[in-house]
């Protein structure tokens, strides 16, 4: 076992954890935060995504060792005082999801992309997105509503 | 899926990772990005007993022009080389074949370093450092060391480096006056490997070709450098019948096995129509 020092949703937490732990299983299993998925066994869907300091991974394909002294934001991080953040609010809004399991990924690489560009285009937002599957909603809806996220945003 | 055990270790230098590699032998295997190797660890298809995690090591990331050269830090990420001015700027090439590694999230631990001692066939980046005549600079028990791209691709998933050495950085010459490259690759999907993919590059001067590169991507057991393509490219006009030539001889140069992507016939004719379209835009940015 080794000791890792990782802030979680701003949560500053010391874990034991075996060097083999994916990310993705720290965060389900021993922190409880089952916002996070998993949907494939081969890195392609993305619907483990998280922000490991602020840029979208597949928590499947790091492992959690590599995060000590890294700050890790999932989905269950995004609502801030009771408010909704921007993006989770876009995806409400704009109907950004059907069954609802890429979400939490496409909202955490939505989160990211609007921090470096507050008025993506339709070409980039599916650029930004393409490492993300979803098999129910054809994206159109999930391009609005990160476009309305980002209006939300730029209006304050 | 859940990987096997093994010993973990993150040293911040380069030293420091020499004498882990050092100490364990064969049992060791570096960690780059992780984004090859953690999907085979996850299957099982690799269980290294001591991992040697480069992800601290910072000296072993940068990308930065010096003494003639582009050097590019083996820990560099896909994506800092897509996002990279001085790359977008002078170096067309690897701009094109950024974008399209993958996927963005991959492309955010993916590392350069990690592409090339990886070694697939359908890696986007051997090819690309193939056409441009790149060389790697590799750390090992024995002192450094420096390999041409064509010295350490050895095989499928097959490099000369040896047990207990690091590649270090790979450096790209600073393109002449009269350069141009292009990536063509076509993919089933995005994020996809290659079904078939070429990289060229080109020096004009004085109206003929000067210089030529081409490598070819997933269309062989190794990447593939197509030198009697190239011969042909060097000293012509470079009108519409040479980069024509070219490409036909790209083809015939490919050795392409049938899977899920496509047939070998259809595979070959995708490097010709890819390596056409290559050098025409080659040859546009090279300019005049
Ligand atoms: C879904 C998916 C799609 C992909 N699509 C593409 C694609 O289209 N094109 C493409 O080119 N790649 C693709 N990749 C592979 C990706 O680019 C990997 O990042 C790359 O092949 C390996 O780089 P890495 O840094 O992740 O290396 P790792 O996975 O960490 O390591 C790979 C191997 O190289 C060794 N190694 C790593 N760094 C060094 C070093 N500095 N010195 C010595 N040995 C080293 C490791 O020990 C290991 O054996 C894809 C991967 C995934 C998961
Ligand atoms: S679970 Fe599918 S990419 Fe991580
Ligand atoms: S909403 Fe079902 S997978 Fe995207």
Known sequence: MTQIEVTVNGAAQQIDVEPRLLLVHLIREDLQLTGTHIGCDTTHCGACTVLLDGVPVKSCTVFAVQANGSEVTTVEGLEQDGALHPVQQGFTEEHGLQCGFCTPGMMLTSVALLEQNQDPSEDEVRQAISGNLCRCTGYVNIVKSVQHAGRVIREG | MIPGQFEYHAPSTLDEALALLAEHGSDARVLAGGQSLIPLMKLRLASPAVLVDLNGVDSLSGIEESDGQLRIGAMTRHSALERSELIAS?????????????????????TTGGSLAHADPAGDLGSVMTALGAEVGVAGPGGARTLSIDELLLGPFMTTLDEGEILTEVRVPQPEAGSGGAYEKLERKVGDFATAAVAVQITRANG?????????????PTTIRASEAEDALTGSSLDD???????????AASDPAADLRGSEEYKRDMVRVLTLRALRRAVERAGG
């Open chain 2, 208 to 220: 003929s070709c000067s210089a030529a590169g081409i490598g070819l991507t997933a269309v062989g």
């Open chain 2, 90 to 110: 002078r170096y067309p090439l690897i701009a094109d074949a950024a974008a399209v590694i993958a996927d963005p999230l991959v492309r955010n631990r993916g």
């Open chain 2, 241 to 251: 019948d040479a980069l024509r030539a070219a490409a036909d001889l790209a083809a």
